[in-house]
């Protein structure tokens, strides 16, 4: 069945430096939308960043751009998030997703048919 599996969370100062990996199997991964959530207690899940099919096409929400950078490596099956000059509010859990065929933006938690079980960036002052 398919599968996504995150990695690559932690705690880390502001301004520092996290690189998440998503690994997915089970599904031909390279025909979907890759997509970053995040949520923290209480909120919303939010749609972070998406990278098209193929990967030449990337999406990332104002809050994080110039920030965060969304890349995929479709032989290895893996999507990447390298999120740089982290803030306090970055805090989250973070979720990979697969989306069917193209990207849309914004993207919205109903779009994504495959989820990880997330994985906790905490970000201190």
């Known amino acids: 069945q398919a599968q996504l599996a995150e990695s690559g969370g932690g705690s880390v100062q502001a301004g520092g430096s996290l690189r998440l990996s998503c690994a997915a199997s089970?599904?031909?991964?390279?025909?979907?939308?890759m997509g970053w959530f995040r949520q923290v207690p209480g909120k919303e899940r939010e749609g972070v960043a998406a990278i098209s099919p193929s990967g030449s096409g990337t999406y990332v929400v104002d809050s994080v751009k110039g920030r965060f950078t969304v890349s995929r490596d479709n032989a290895k099956a893996t999507v990447s998030l390298q999120m740089n000059s982290l803030k306090p509010e970055d805090t989250a859990r973070y979720y990979c997703?697969?989306?069917?065929?193209?990207?849309?933006?914004?993207?919205?938690?109903?779009?994504?048919?495959?989820w990880g079980q997330g994985t906790q960036v905490t970000v201190s002052s």
């Open positions: 089970g599904f031909m991964h390279s025909s979907y939308c």
């Open positions: 997703a697969a989306r069917k065929y193209a990207c849309t933006w914004p993207i919205t938690v109903q779009d994504y048919v495959y």
